[in-house]
């Protein structure tokens, strides 16, 4: 169906003498389900809703698309739902590039439910099942009738899954949350646990004001999160702010392990190219690539500190 039919909705003007047709009842249908359609678009937008992760396996010498149980909205208001989880096998495109794993909404006659015409012996099906069913497309495709799951990249006969994030449904737009969420998350969780060894040392007895500020604004982003359905705009803004923070806290201080003089630096570049309030999510998505490659050295700095902190006390 085109987006643009949900704006022509036109429904039966019944009066005493009318002659039904299954067109006009087939026109009463479509008109209430075109207005329910359009309800949920303008009130909850497109995307997913609840659930429908993809995991992109590797089984012998075939691809299998691992999909979640959940529910999404379709750009032109349909709701689509996968009961159970699925395991999807993928053929391989041919041409290199990169893909979509969308979720479509189908609808066919129902043969388990016959019935026969009037005054004849003929019978056909009198009702309409409707499923769902994955399908892999080129990214440039649009496809109105379906749910974006995830991006697929296809290279020399391999596919390899591609971390981005997916429009989801709701009040406003929100995150993948399989994605940018965890990142920052994780980000916080490091933090704090190299901030609470290094609390246990005499390393930070010169630094309390900045240490206490970099703390305090992890722990408020943890309960910032903690809400499900954080918006792209407030992950990015929010790890915008705990770099800023971080940069304060690591920057000034003394000398304490190798990987931690090799991060301030690291830091200092990524709080450099912070983007401004006023700059749109494309760019804001581009600087946090560089956010999230601070997890891995943050990662061996809390290792290291593990092992290492009872010796410094």
């Not at 009463?28 to 075109?34: D, K, L, V």
């Not at 399908?135 to 974006?148: G, K, N, S, T, Y």
């Not at 003089?261 to 999510?281: C, L, M, S, T």
């Amino acid at each position: 169906m085109n987006p643009k039919q949900l704006f022509q909705l036109s429904r039966l003007r019944a009066f005493e003498g009318l002659c039904l047709t299954a067109k006009d009842l087939q026109d009463e249908q479509t008109y209430h389900r075109r207005n329910l359609q359009r309800h949920v678009l303008y009130m909850h937008g497109h995307g997913i809703v609840q659930g429908l992760q993809v995991e992109i396996e590797q089984r012998k010498d075939r691809y299998v698309a691992v999909i979640q149980a959940g529910y999404g909205v379709t750009r032109i208001g349909q709701g689509v739902l996968l009961p159970e989880a699925v395991a999807v096998p993928l053929e391989v495109p041919r041409q290199d590039g990169e893909y979509m794993l969308w979720l479509f909404h189908v609808e066919g006659a129902d043969e388990s439910d016959t019935r026969n015409k009037f005054d004849t012996s003929e019978a056909e099906p009198a009702r309409i099942k409707e499923v769902c069913a994955p399908r892999l497309h080129p990214i440039d495709e649009d496809q109105p009738d379906a749910v974006a799951l995830t991006r697929i990249n296809v290279r020399l006969g391999r596919m390899v899954q591609v971390l981005l994030p997916v429009p989801r449904a709701g009040r406003q737009a929100r995150a993948a949350e399989s994605y940018l969420k965890p990142r920052v998350v994780e980000f916080i969780r490091l933090n704090k646990n190299i901030v609470n060894n290094l609390f246990r040392t005499a390393q930070l007895q010169e630094l309390d004001l900045g240490a206490l500020g970099f703390y305090g604004a992890l722990v408020s982003s943890e309960f910032l999160l903690i809400e499900e359905g954080t918006s792209d705009r407030v992950l990015y803004r929010s790890a915008g702010s705990l770099i800023n923070y971080c940069h304060d806290f690591y920057n000034p201080m003394p000398r304490t392990t190798e990987r931690i003089d090799k991060f301030k630096e690291f830091v200092r570049r990524v709080n450099a190219e912070v983007p401004g309030p006023d700059q749109g999510d494309e760019i804001w998505l581009r600087w946090f690539d560089k956010f999230e490659r601070l997890l891995q050295p943050l990662s061996k700095i809390a290792e290291e500190l593990e092992k290492t902190v009872e010796a410094q006390r």
